[in-house]
């Protein structure tokens, strides 16, 4: 990236807080709330089991049970009030046609100062229905100026495969790995976007694995260019001849599975690890014009470093 951007500071969302109110829960109120515009298209898919539990819920007089739990929460950015938090507590009030119904429920609006904090604290704001992994990555990398155009579908592979790389066995909070591809390593995360696009576009599923999306990453980071090349020439499938190190990586990857617990007599379980020590020392062969008579041993007391 030409231009170095900083990491934002955290915020205390407690001291954003410009109004907190109770007002009825009618329909008027529902449908406001469900008019409002979110972040981009990044807002969560909406589950109608929970939307029909929640509706259930109103009917048999079981919703002010959980009252102290549910909130609807807005956000005020850009001259423009957001969702937050509420959707699916909006949609039943909606489907729900008992119109005297409007118990007291709790509306707080929040006010921030950047997208960014937008993003932090629409990830981070739900107290009824706990995010997936995937709609956080999603939430805090898509749309980004260091992932523009990147498709939603590819974000989570992104993130995976950045967790495996930079953080392996070590415990790491989420929020961890999207700042590292964000701010530490965008031109390395953008460039293996495009790889695992072109990898989806041709249907080619053993190229999106965890550790092979993450020896994508090492590779880039050693040498764009030629690790752009090898990784194009994995996924074409076009070699230039039985010794050459991306079609021995390509056997290998078609004749083993990563830590899956079903035994088959076609494909041998390996770790993640080893996966990954053999794809780059496939690359490291490969950027050096050696020729491989077999498998490099992805067993090693070390990890392999893409050179």
């Known amino acids: 990236m030409s231009k170095e951007v900083k990491q934002p500071k955290d915020v205390d969302w407690q001291k954003r807080i410009i109004n907190e109110r109770k007002v009825k829960f009618n329909h008027g109120l529902a449908d406001t709330y469900l008019c409002l515009p979110a972040f981009q298209d990044i807002e969560r898919e909406i589950s109608n089991e929970h939307v029909e539990h929640l509706t259930e819920s109103m009917a048999n007089g079981s919703f002010l049970v959980h009252q102290a739990a549910i909130s609807i929460a807005v956000c005020g950015w850009d001259n423009t009030e957001r969702k937050l938090n509420g959707q699916h ?166 004749r083993t599975t990563v830590g899956s617990r079903i035994t088959t007599t076609e494909r041998k379980t390996v770790s993640g690890e080893e996966m990954f020590n053999v794809c780059v020392a496939c690359f490291n062969a490969y950027k050096g014009n050696m020729q491989l008579t077999k498998t490099p041993p992805g067993k090693r007391t070390s990890r392999v470093i893409a050179r």
């Open 89 to 254: 507590i909006s949609w039943a009030r909606s489907y729900y046609e008992n119109k005297k119904y409007a118990p007291l429920i709790k509306v707080i609006k929040y006010d921030v100062k950047t997208e960014d904090e937008y993003r932090q604290l629409y990830a981070c704001f739900d107290r009824n229905r706990v995010r997936t992994v995937s709609h956080l990555a999603k939430m805090a990398l898509y749309g980004t100026p260091e992932y523009e155009n990147v498709k939603k579908s590819i974000i989570p592979y992104l993130t995976s495969a950045a967790r495996f790389w930079k953080f392996g066995a070590s415990r790491v909070k989420s929020d961890e790995v999207y700042k590292a591809l964000r701010y530490d390593f965008p031109e390395i995360g953008r460039l293996a976007a495009e790889l695992v696009t072109y990898v989806r576009n041709m249907q080619q599923n053993h190229l999106r694995r965890a550790p092979v999306i993450a020896a994508m990453m090492e590779s880039l980071k050693c040498a764009k260019a030629t690790a752009m090349e090898f990784w194009t020439v994995m996924v074409d499938g076009i070699f230039k001849s039985k010794t050459d190190p991306a079609k021995i990586l390509h056997d290998y990857l078609h």
